[in-house]
């Protein structure tokens, strides 16, 4: 099962939004979910997304979306907004079948799944993602158009292990087509 996290330190954590970019662009977060989930006349069934939004009015929130969840590409915004707004103070909240809001950070996260996953954070700095065996079972992190604050990225790295797609840096949603595209292409090797 392939995990991917995407950061965002301005993504909006209500549900209260009208314009995707306006609310600390959200659009690329829709982006990321639809490139998650979606390749061309099929859905992945083997992954598991986890949005992290550090954004105003009260961060950290967590959104968590399965393969089998009910989404389309055209619903993502409103998928998102119901999870937000289906978001209960102490609880881990299934807003939809598959999709769940908590409020939890992406460091108390990460400390939990290093426990059973390997974890891979990309970086430009880090090792050239041809060069290394990637294990399938992993929970990859990308951050947002600003990367990911100094001190996280600074902790995180502590527990994962940083990996790069070269020198050129990619949008989010661009960053996880290669990832993607690279894992299919080792796992295609293998069969």
Known sequence: MREFVY???KAWTTGSFKDLMKAGRLDI???????????????????????????????PKHIEIHSNAS??????????????FKYKKGKKVEALPGVFVEKRSLLDFLEEKRKEKQIYLLD??????RNIKLEE?????????????????????????????GKIVYFASQALIALQYELDRKSLMKD
């Not at 430009?124 to 993602?129: L, M, R, T, W, Y």
């Not at 990859?140 to 797609?165: C, N, T, W, Y």
């Open 71 to 84: 989404i389309s590409k055209k619903d993502v915004a409103d998928i998102i907004r119901k999870a937000l």
């Open 29 to 59: 977060a829709c982006h990321f979910v639809i490139h998650s989930f979606f390749i061309s006349n099929a859905r992945r069934k083997d992954v598991i997304l986890h949005l992290f939004f550090y954004g105003p009015p009260d961060p």
């Open 124 to 129: 430009v700095e880090g090792e050239d993602i």
């Open 7 to 9: 950061f965002s330190r």
């Open 137 to 165: 079972n992993s929970v990859f992190v990308i951050g947002d158009q600003k990367g990911l604050p100094f001190k996280e990225k600074r902790r995180i790295k502590k527990m994962a292990k940083s990996i790069s797609l």
